[in-house]
């Protein structure tokens, strides 16, 4: 059974920094590219970071580019986001997610085709304020 | 950016048919996924790639995708379909970013 558990969100101030963890289970967690989504309390689902099988490729939503890493560790089946310099937009449930699929462009059909999320931890929350 | 819009709410008695829509640019060239998400819990995937069905997921949820618009079909609706649901793509023009609707939620009557 696949398994994405979360941990290390809570309470932190502006300015400050957390490392979220997300250990994965039941699959070949190498295999798969994995992605950060967050969701602001009340709000809609919002893409973070995502990073390639061997961590040689990682993209960033703009607002977090330069604030947040997002690193895997293969050997331990986890995926990691450290959060610097939080600010109080910040504050959201941070889910892992797994893709099912890579994201590709086909350059002859000129589809952009793939990148579904298949299986999705149960979040953490993290909450910046002073 | 990319940006998809869907309807905030849609209602739908038991047994009805409920259809939300996803709107976005030339959507038709991109592979749609649908995302259903109940209250306190992690969003579950529901269709992908415009009409597949993920195993478990009901033959009552069915998508379709054409032109600027992405449909999710909800074929007899039941009480514990009442959840918000999201549309999502992946952007290949702005640093392969991925992109989620804006959220629909679905009431059941």
């Known amino acids: 059974e696949v398994q994405l558990v979360e941990s290390g969100g809570g309470l932190v101030q502006p300015g400050g920094s957390l490392r979220l963890s997300c250990a994965a289970s039941?699959?070949?967690?190498?295999?798969?590219?994995m992605s950060w989504v967050r969701q602001a309390p009340g709000k809609g689902l919002e893409w973070v970071a995502n990073i390639k099988q061997d961590g040689s490729e990682k993209y960033y939503v703009d607002s977090v580019k330069g604030r947040f890493t997002i690193s895997r560790d293969n050997a331990k089946n986890s995926l990691y986001l450290q959060m610097n310099s939080l600010r109080a937009e910040d504050t959201a449930v941070y889910y892992c997610?797994?893709?099912?699929?890579?994201?590709?462009?086909?350059?002859?059909?000129?589809?952009?085709?793939?990148?579904?999320?298949?299986?999705w931890g149960q979040g953490t929350l993290v909450t910046v304020s002073s | 950016s990319y940006v998809l819009t869907q309807p905030p709410s849609v209602s739908v008695a038991p047994g009805q048919t409920a259809r939300i829509t996803c709107g976005g640019n030339n959507i038709g060239s991109k592979s749609v996924h649908w995302y259903q998400q109940k209250p306190g819990q992690a969003p579950v995937l529901v269709v992908y790639d415009d009409s597949d069905r993920p195993s478990g997921i009901p033959e009552r949820f069915s998508g379709s995708n054409s032109g600027n618009t992405a449909t999710l079909t909800i074929s007899r609706v039941e009480a514990g379909d009442e959840a918000d649901y999201y549309c999502q793509v992946w952007d290949s023009s702005s640093d392969h970013r991925y992109v989620f609707g804006t959220g629909t939620k679905v009431t059941v009557l």
């Open positions: 997610a797994r893709a099912d699929q890579p994201a590709y462009y086909d350059i002859l059909t000129g589809y952009s085709l793939g990148g579904d999320f298949d299986y």
């Open positions: 039941g699959f070949t967690f190498s295999s798969y590219w």
